[in-house]
């Protein structure tokens, strides 16, 4: 196609056309900025939600971590109370392991009516040195004979269990009905 127009028309015409070029550049150029405005702002506020979750676990994992830490210290210090009540339970014998040699050394005519137990306690002296004292049982009852008391402090005497059973003089006074009391001291375990 020719062109017939005088230059002057024809510069103002690719003037025009330049400018319509121009113009819808810069429209295409400001929606893309726009867009991509919009989708910067979009990923800022995506980012800040997921930073508020983020420190939302974060307080919520340092909380749960100091509560773990404070139950892992009470943990701690109840293992230390069990290790100290099972040290304590293997340097001292217990009551019922005293009742059940006293039950197997009991003939059945004899008759228990009291008994007391004195636990084994540690006493620090000077120069670092510790005296143990054993635990001692105080036992009192009734006899039908004297024979059968006899039989008892024998049987007493035979158990390694008690250690310097002591029966006083006064129980052998009366032949029968005999009230009687000794007293034992409980070796103390290897």
Same mark, same amino acid.
């Given at each position: 196609?020719?062109?017939?127009?005088?230059? =002057?028309?024809?510069?103002?015409?690719?003037?025009?056309?330049?400018?319509?070029?121009?113009?819808? =550049?810069?429209?295409? =150029?400001?929606?893309?900025?726009?867009?991509?405005?919009?989708?910067?702002? =979009?990923?800022? #506020?995506?980012?800040?939600?997921?930073?508020?979750?983020?420190?939302?676990?974060?307080? +919520?994992?340092?909380?749960?971590?100091?509560?773990?830490?404070?139950?892992?210290? @009470?943990?701690?210090?109840?293992?230390?109370?069990?290790?100290?009540?099972?040290?304590?339970?293997?340097?001292?014998?217990? #009551?019922?392991?005293?009742?059940?040699?006293?039950?197997?050394?009991?003939?059945?005519?004899?008759?228990?009516?009291?008994?007391?137990?004195?636990?084994?306690? @540690?006493?620090?002296?000077?120069?670092?040195?510790?005296?143990?004292?054993?635990?001692?049982?105080?036992?009192?009852?009734?006899?039908?004979?004297? @024979?059968?008391?006899?039989?008892?402090?024998?049987?007493?005497?035979?158990?390694?269990?008690?250690?310097?059973? #002591?029966?006083?003089? +006064?129980?052998? #006074?009366?032949?029968?009905?005999?009230?009687?009391?000794?007293?034992?001291?409980?070796?103390?375990?290897?």
């Amino acid at each position: 196609m020719i062109n017939l127009l005088p230059p =002057l028309y024809q510069q103002k015409l690719k003037e025009k056309q330049r400018f319509k070029l121009v113009f819808l =550049l810069s429209i295409v =150029l400001g929606i893309a900025l726009f867009a991509l405005s919009i989708f910067l702002i =979009l990923i800022q #506020v995506t980012l800040a939600s997921e930073r508020m979750s983020q420190k939302t676990k974060l307080s +919520s994992f340092e909380e749960r971590s100091a509560r773990e830490d404070s139950m892992l210290g @009470e943990i701690r210090s109840w293992n230390s109370k069990f290790r100290n009540i099972e040290e304590f339970k293997k340097k001292n014998q217990s #009551v019922k392991e005293a009742l059940d040699h006293l039950a197997s050394s009991l003939p059945p005519e004899l008759y228990l009516f009291s008994f007391s137990y004195i636990p084994a306690f @540690e006493t620090k002296k000077e120069e670092g040195k510790v005296l143990k004292t054993p635990a001692i049982i105080a036992v009192t009852g009734k006899a039908q004979a004297r @024979e059968q008391l006899l039989l008892f402090k024998d049987a007493l005497g035979s158990n390694p269990f008690f250690a310097g059973v #002591v029966f006083p003089p +006064s129980n052998w #006074v009366t032949p029968t009905d005999i009230t009687f009391s000794f007293q034992a001291r409980i070796a103390p375990s290897p």
